[in-house]
């Protein structure tokens, strides 16, 4: 029996992956020289830590060895063992993530596993004598153990160090210094906390067992991880893409061009995963059952699996799928950004672009018109680090309830990341930017209505188990011009579009040739034609059009009192409706750039028809597909071929699931939902004011439904109506009246203003 993934070419040549590689011709000169630049890029934004700094990094881990060494020796003498079985105790310490890869960055946290014996538990030895021991020493300081996790973490600083420290409880009452925890036998009789401890050790060291060659790996993975952080598509809680997704999808890349350089790898990463028919999984190797019964990743047997929309599988037992959190928004989101990149690499071979115009910042707050603003707010610095991690937790959830409340009709795409204003002590506030589906036609004049949606999930949140006063969260809706201040660089609010704003309006000068290129415009520099691009620039006109009618595209009932750019958020302003008119609509339809649109959930069109996207270039002179394929077009055929064998029975359904999925790393922490609900009502003092809707029927009760929507738009205060709840809840009162505002007669004053 070989390993799992490990099988062997005709010509006796070991070959990785679950399939033949789709080419095994090595780099050309050109991909030399490009790979170097690469290199030299990658160094020149600092992605590299300093020789000292890794020296540090040393010295940290050598010492934590040290100290949990003597910890369960310590803890092993308290419960009586003799001397010399004191002596033999040992624990180890582990790296995983990305320090066990190499491609971590100045300043990056250290994953590190602590494995310790049976008689080392985890609630009193390790949070409670080794925190005590870490505690009274001066190297380590911002001591944060999280022991209700779904994974039990110790977090700290050691020496300036970030550290994130796991436990793992091993069923041997002697850890051997020469422990290979890749082995299976090394999850017998352990509890579910150490196994999921253990997954993040055994995944990283299967990856590197997995690809042709390491280096080569993390030059790209390196490469990938900076452009997903540019590109606003990392954060494995919001729905996009974290470090072992990446890890995994470049891995992947790597065994189908077993012998390319780094610039061929990052291009093939986009073309590839550009036309990858999701939901069929990435997989490196085939699924181990295993030994032990332990639930592995398996649509055909576990329903859960069946509604996952993007899975990208870990290689190591208990297989599991690492990207859980995407939904149909961000799943879109990241389809963009792949054909964007196909793009990108296209023109960059036609020397029409450069890693410059790939790794471009997104310009997040200038792509929508609408925005989701969630805010929070706690008594104290340890009260928000708490409350920050369970709202994170919480947020893809909003996005999945918007989802599934609009039929799919309105789209979510999340920030990352957190914003906070200097001006306001523990804040922390989250966006989403909001549209409406392209190409789905809508009457004139309807709108969404979320305002239901909205507070279902702040009743979610609100029944945090940890709960203390001060914790609270508001949720509005701010047009782009009333961004706040605070979340620009310095404070200052741009005067002019982004650098990246104007080039999106340049590309409109010129379309691609008849081999996916980019024609070089008159008397400027060349940049590639971008399937996003295009898109904002579309979005861009029609923001310029509607800023001379008299009528917006979009209108919702903005908060409770004036919007300014710099205001505190109340809670009144989480009613949100939308309204989209028919030339938003009509121009949305008309787009031809726009290649991706989600059908259903798990569903999205294949990116190797020529209708919706395919990729094409010009393949003279480059002769590194020349030992597999003649052309683009039968590299593709061997992509359809790779997704047509191995993953049939994998396919998720094409349903969506009849309830949202808890998000599990919190799921110890929530409490009966109805009954906190009714606790909420019945505390409305000391929670935030609402608006409310009328309750129309059962069918809409919790969903989002459509209705007209007249020049004058009016929030009136209405019976909070909670639909998981069997009582009656008590009305709840408007701290300030809602404001009356008429959107037609505003609507191009504003839009100037911006």
Request: charged residues 25%; proline residues 7%; negative net charge.
């Amino acid at each position: 029996m070989g390993m799992p993934g490990l099988n062997n070419h005709n010509n006796g040549q070991q070959r990785l992956g679950i399939t033949e590689p789709i080419s095994l011709a090595g780099p050309t000169e050109d991909d030399v020289i490009k790979t170097r630049e690469l290199e030299k890029y990658l160094q020149g934004v600092g992605l590299y830590e300093s020789q000292q700094e890794a020296v540090g990094r040393e010295e940290v881990l050598g010492r934590l060895d040290q100290i949990v060494k003597i910890w369960v020796k310590n803890i092993s003498r308290a419960k009586g063992f003799n001397e010399q079985l004191v002596q033999e105790a040992n624990a180890k310490i582990f790296t995983f993530g990305s320090y066990r890869l190499g491609v971590h960055g100045p300043g990056a946290d250290i994953d590190t596993l602590c494995v310790g014996p049976r008689h080392a538990t985890r609630d009193d030895d390790f949070f409670g004598e080794l925190q005590k021991m870490l505690s009274e020493m001066q190297e380590v300081t911002e001591l944060h153990p999280v022991p209700d996790a779904h994974v039990p973490v110790m977090k700290f600083k050691f020496n300036g160090v970030s550290v994130d420290l796991l436990y793992a409880r091993l069923a041997l009452w002697v850890i051997p210094e020469d422990l290979d925890i890749s082995q299976e036998s090394i999850l017998q009789n352990v509890d579910e906390q150490t196994v999921l401890s253990l997954n993040g050790c055994r995944v990283t060291d299967q990856v590197l067992r997995l690809v042709p060659n390491i280096q080569t790996f993390r030059t790209t993975l390196r490469c990938m991880r900076f452009w997903a952080k540019r590109r606003g598509v990392y954060s494995n809680v919001a729905g996009f893409l974290g470090g072992i997704n990446l890890a995994l999808l470049v891995a992947r890349i790597c065994q189908l061009y077993p012998n390319a350089l780094p610039n061929m790898l990052v291009s093939r990463f986009f073309r590839v995963y550009t036309q990858w028919r999701w939901p069929n999984p990435v997989m490196l190797c085939a699924i181990e059952e295993g030994s032990l019964g332990l639930p592995i990743w398996d649509p055909r047997r576990n329903p859960k699996d069946r509604y996952h929309l993007m899975p990208i599988i870990t290689p190591a037992y208990p297989c599991m799928n690492s990207t859980y959190n995407v939904t149909a928004s961000t799943l879109r989101v990241m389809s963009d950004e792949f054909q964007r990149g196909s793009d990108i690499c296209e023109a960059m071979e036609a020397s029409k672009a450069d890693w410059d115009t790939l790794f471009e910042p997104y310009p997040f707050f200038e792509s929508y018109k609408n925005y989701l603003q969630i805010d929070i707010t706690a008594e104290n610095a340890d009260d928000l680090r708490q409350w920050k991690g369970w709202v994170e937790s919480r947020l893809r959830q909003l996005t999945l309830k918007i989802e599934r409340h609009t039929f799919g009709m309105l789209q979510c795409h999340p920030h990352p990341g957190e914003f906070s204003d200097k001006s306001r002590p523990f804040h922390h506030c989250y966006f989403m930017g909001l549209q409406r589906k392209q190409g789905v036609p809508v009457n004139d004049g309807e709108q969404f209505d979320i305002r239901l949606t909205v507070e279902e999930f702040k009743h979610s949140v609100n029944a945090y188990t940890l709960w203390k006063p001060g914790m609270d969260i508001y949720v509005s809706h701010v047009k782009r011009r009333n961004i706040p201040n605070y979340i620009f660089p310095g404070g200052v609010r741009p005067s002019c579009p982004s650098k990246v704003a104007n080039e999106n309006k340049q590309s409109s000068k010129f379309r691609s040739s008849g081999h996916g290129q980019a024609e070089k415009p008159q008397g400027g520099k060349a940049v590639a034609v971008e399937a996003d691009d295009a898109r904002k620039r579309k979005r861009s006109e029609d923001m310029d059009n509607n800023s001379k009618n008299s009528k917006p595209s979009i209108s919702l009932p903005l908060p409770s009192r004036e919007v300014h750019e710099d205001r505190t958020p109340i809670s009144a302003s989480s009613s949100c409706s939308m309204k989209f008119d028919e030339a938003e609509v009509n121009s949305m339809v008309g787009q031809k750039s726009e290649k991706i649109c989600l059908k259903s959930p798990g569903e999205i069109p294949s990116g190797d028809i020529g209708t919706n996207g395919s990729v094409t270039n010009n393949q003279q002179g480059n002769p590194v597909l020349a030992a597999t394929s003649n052309s683009k077009e039968e590299e593709k055929l061997a992509i359809e071929k790779i997704m047509s064998g191995p993953y049939e029975a994998h396919q998720a359904f094409l349903e969506e699931p009849e309830e949202l999925e808890d998000d599990t790393e919190y799921r110890n922490l929530v409490k009966d939902s109805g009954e906190s609900m009714k606790n909420n009502l019945e505390s409305s003092n000391s929670k935030p004011a609402v608006a409310e809707v009328p309750v129309m029927s059962k069918e809409t009760t919790c969903s989002a439904y459509l209705h007209p929507n007249e020049g004058l738009e009016e929030l009136e205060p209405a019976e909070l109506t909670a639909p998981l709840l069997s009582v009656t809840p008590a009305p709840v009162p408007l701290k300030k009246p809602l404001i009356r505002l008429n959107f037609t007669s505003l609507g191009k004053a504003a839009d100037k203003s911006s």
